[in-house]
């Protein structure tokens, strides 16, 4: 009775598996929701997973090392490939804000390429994301910087404050300065905070362009392989500036990151998609 008991959950389990194979394979909506699925459950594992060895530095940058690790492992898994370009144009020696567009909730593996690669990086988050245990408490002891955005007075004080960090402790603020995930040909008006934090810290300003996803289509539940590139632009001074540039400030920005995005698109839609 053993036997047959085993021999049968052999035979469901093996059934089960050849069936998420032929529907992975074929159909492009299941392998979207799959892939999908795969990406959260493991970004939320590989950003908490390594809570024990970030408790032996709390507020380290270098603790985000490790789920950016994981990040890199999950592009594999799902088979993006991501090319980085313009290392040269690095800041070094000084903290600055990264400027990075927003495309979608995997643009969390964009900064797993990113971390390693520019140091001292941080970024901004709601203030509810650290009740979100334990993933917030990961957040925190990476140096996740959280603002209280129904609290004006205590997120600008918030916000000064990372200026300060920028400037003394050299650091690398990565923000998404569209504020909304867009993954059209144009690229959205920019939010302002992030100038007003470049302005007030006197800090350079480094445009980060990552081309467009051509592999992903929500309305469409496709989610193929990808090939992507991030294109680290040379850095756009603020010494000497006042908020009477921000504006300036702001056009110049969208302007460079714009023409990158519409270049490095095109050439990536060429190369590895047939994209009308």
Not at 48 to 58: G, Q, V
Not at 89 to 115: A, R
Not at 163 to 183: M, V
Not at 257 to 270: A, L, N, P, W
Request: hydrophobic share 40%.
């Amino acid at each position: 009775m053993l036997l047959i008991n085993d021999y049968k959950f052999e035979l469901t389990s093996t059934l089960f598996i050849m069936f998420i194979i032929i529907m992975y394979t074929s159909s492009h909506a299941f392998r979207y929701c799959a892939k999908f699925t795969i990406f959260s459950v493991l970004s939320f594992l590989s950003a908490t997973i390594f809570i024990p060895l970030m408790l032996r530095r709390p507020r380290d940058y270098r603790n985000g090392l490790l789920p950016a690790w994981g990040g890199r492992q999950i592009s594999k898994l799902l088979g993006l490939k991501w090319e980085m370009r313009g290392k040269e144009n690095i800041v070094q020696n000084t903290g600055c804000v990264v400027l990075i567009n927003h495309q979608s909730c995997l643009d969390l593996l964009v900064l797993s390429e990113i971390w390693p690669v520019m140091e001292r990086c941080t970024v901004i988050s709601k203030k509810q994301i650290f009740y979100f245990w334990p993933f917030g408490l990961a957040s925190w002891l990476w140096g996740t910087i959280f603002i209280d955005r129904l609290n004006g007075e205590k997120a600008q004080q918030t916000i000064n404050k990372t200026g300060e960090t920028i400037r003394d402790k050299k650091a690398k603020l990565c923000l998404f300065p569209e504020g909304t995930r867009n993954g059209g040909p144009e690229l959205l008006t920019f939010k302002k905070g992030a100038f007003h934090v470049a302005i007030s810290s006197q800090c350079p300003i480094q445009p980060v362009v990552v081309s467009n996803y051509f592999f992903l289509d929500h309305k469409k539940r496709i989610f193929d392989k990808g090939h992507i590139v991030i294109t680290i632009l040379p850095p756009i001074s603020t010494e000497g500036l006042t908020k009477e540039n921000l504006n300036e400030l702001v056009e110049k920005s969208r302007n460079a990151m714009q023409d990158v995005y519409t270049k490095s698109s095109e050439e990536m839609k060429t190369k590895y998609f047939n994209v009308s």
